[in-house]
């Protein structure tokens, strides 16, 4: 399985292919979908460009890009319908309290949520999306104590998947990337039965990718982890780099 994480944190300043609108984030996810992506991950912006969990900022991004992405554009592509993923990342509220309340008032809601397990309240996050019925992802980065916290909560049976992500180090290499990426594979402690999603970021981005297909796991791949393609050349679009990752 493919996700494409269409924008992440960036910008019109590291590129100006990154959508933000809700407009221009259904285009892409359209895009990717038809390329090959079986789901989305967006963060969903404020028009100044801020990420942001308000329901007058997420419920327009979900309801445009499940309308252009949905189930009509994933069926001609062999999929039933295309799953929206969204983050509760600190850069979309820095206050841990304030996200818990933000779950709580959306009217239209995500098929999955990333809830980053280092992040302080991560399990009262978690909580308040199970509350509501929405599914877990539980991001798990190398080099914090995320894994660590994830192994002894009691929501981590209830999870729905695992993404191992291993952030970007400016002096690694691509023999590195892979190194780390198995290093956190070997140190987390796996619910019976949750998938794992293993990713790389920008120099990394590839390498950790290619070693998610050779091990079977879900990969993703989109101008949140990086700007560029397997050749080193800048991407257009989220769909030029599916497309990439699925030939690669």
Known sequence: MLQ??????????????????????????????????REVRVYPRTPCG????S??????????????????????????????RVATAMAAETDPGRRVERIRSWPVLPDLVSVAWHEPDAEEVA?????????????????????????????????????????YSPTGTRTGAEAAARSLLAALVIPPGVPVLLHGEEGGAWPVLRLARRLGLAARIGFEDTLLLPDGTP??????????????
């Open 235 to 248: 991407a257009r679009s989220n769909a030029e780099l599916v497309t990439a990752a699925l030939g690669s």
């Open 50 to 53: 801020a990420v942001s969990l």
């Open 4 to 37: 494409a994480c269409l924008n992440g944190l960036r910008g019109p300043g590291d590129s100006a292919a990154v959508p933000m609108s809700p407009e221009s984030l259904a285009e892409s996810a359209a895009r990717a979908v038809a390329a090959g992506a």
């Open 55 to 84: 329901p007058r900022v997420l419920t327009p991004v979900l309801e445009a890009v499940r309308a252009a992405a949905g189930t009509r554009t994933a069926a001609a592509n062999g999929v039933a319908s295309a799953r929206v």
């Open 127 to 167: 909580a308040a999306l199970l509350q509501r019925g929405v599914g877990v992802e539980a991001a798990l980065r190398s080099g914090t104590d995320g894994p660590a916290r994830f192994a002894r909560s009691p929501l981590a049976p209830r999870v729905r998947r695992i993404v191992a992500a291993v952030p």
